[in-house]
């Protein structure tokens, strides 16, 4: 169930992904959402990859999976800061993005000591 939950949300990250390259691609002056898109699109592959890795028991359950979400929480964070700045002119919230950038950076730390741990 867990896992299923992850690869949807890697799904719908990939698309906003896609999106957000679109728009930057055909907005003006859009630099901001090619960040946004290029970190969407590099994270859903590695949330899907911790599905995959904790599937074969490559990574530690436990810490796997707060990898995983680390990586749907801090790419929202990021990306969306980023998005809404682009667009409302104003920040979700206060270091929104670079919170966001740290939990991504936390969560493939947690990859590492997954893979560490892992029994197999």
Same mark, same amino acid.
């Given at each position: 169930? /867990? ?7 890697? +799904? ?5 992904? =896609? =999106? ?7 907005? &003006? #002056? ?15 592959? &590695?949330?899907? &990859?911790? /599905? ?8 530690? +359950?436990?810490?796997?999976?707060? &990898?995983? %979400? +680390? %990586? /749907?929480?801090?790419?929202?964070? %990021?990306?969306? #800061? ?7 002119g ?5 270091y ?6 740290? =939990? ?11 893979? /560490?741990?892992?029994?197999?």
């Open positions: 169930m /867990v896992a299923r939950l992850l690869i949807g949300l890697a +799904g719908l990250i990939g698309a906003a992904g =896609v =999106v957000l390259a679109a728009a930057s691609a055909h907005g &003006a #002056d859009a630099s901001r959402l090619a960040s946004a898109s290029a970190m969407l699109l590099f994270h859903a592959t &590695a949330i899907l &990859a911790c /599905v995959a890795l904790l599937a074969r028991g490559l990574l530690h +359950g436990g810490i796997g999976l707060i &990898a995983a %979400f +680390g %990586f /749907v929480i801090g790419t929202a964070l %990021f990306a969306g #800061d980023l998005t809404l700045r682009q667009y409302a104003h920040a979700l919230f206060p929104a993005a670079p919170t966001g950038g740290t =939990v991504m950076i936390a969560s493939w730390l947690a990859v590492t000591l997954a893979a /560490v741990v892992a029994k197999n």
